[in-house]
């Protein structure tokens, strides 16, 4: 298999995802500001959801560049993070109609856990395979954040099974906010750098 069957393949399927999240969005029981202020935590749950998923996306495809040629445990990898993914708009509803939930929380976070650690072995096939200096630059520049980020993510499980349901998701929109869109951002800067 080409790179690029893969590449493609698994921007369909993260399409796909987040096109099912907006379909899980219900209709508000009365057509008026306080049908969809009823539904706030729906539109919170949904929007935390799209842009973490689209964060990953652009985590993955922008490290495509650097990408010469996959292995059938790259393409196996990707299945797994592909897999645990599809399980996001799930979970995302439950939160969205149970936000103060223990049990539910700690589903989101699990969720949120094993696709990041599935997004992790699919780097580390990726970097196996491809040993250039533009792949060396995405993995070293990853390795800043990424261990901060497991973190965060690990506390808001344990904060949401103990004694904050809502942790998980916090978790999730302050890693969001504060280390990946930055870091993706910063990430032009370094590659370009090494580019020149």
């Known amino acids: 298999m080409e790179k690029d069957r893969l590449g493609a393949f698994v921007d369909a399927v993260l399409a796909i995802i987040m096109t099912i999240l907006v379909l899980e969005l219900p209709r508000p029981e009365t057509y008026d500001l306080a049908g969809l202020w009823a539904l706030r935590t ?7 959801s799209f842009f973490w998923l689209g964060a990953m996306w652009v985590n993955i495809h922008y490290s495509y560049h650097a990408v010469e040629r996959i292995n059938q445990k790259t393409v196996w990898s990707a299945v797994i ?3 645990f993914s599809s399980f996001y708009p799930y979970a995302t509803k439950l939160v969205a109609d ?5 049990t539910i929380q700690v589903l989101y976070g699990a969720v949120v856990l ?3 650690v599935a997004v992790l072995g699919y780097y580390r096939q990726l ?8 792949m060396r630059s995405l993995v070293l520049h990853r390795r800043r954040w990424i261990h901060i980020d497991i973190v965060l993510k690990i506390v ?3 904060l949401s099974a103990t004694f904050f349901p809502p942790a998980s998701s916090i978790a999730v929109l302050v890693t969001l906010l504060v280390l990946v869109i930055p870091s993706q951002l910063a990430q032009d800067n370094t590659v370009n750098a090494v580019e020149r």
């Open 127 to 134: 970097r196996l395979i491809n040993g250039g200096e533009g």
């Open 156 to 158: 808001g499980l344990v």
């Open 81 to 83: 993070m592909l897999f």
């Open 42 to 48: 729906n539109f919170f749950a949904y929007a935390l």
């Open 114 to 116: 094993l696709i990041t």
């Open 98 to 102: 149970a936000f103060w939930n223990r």
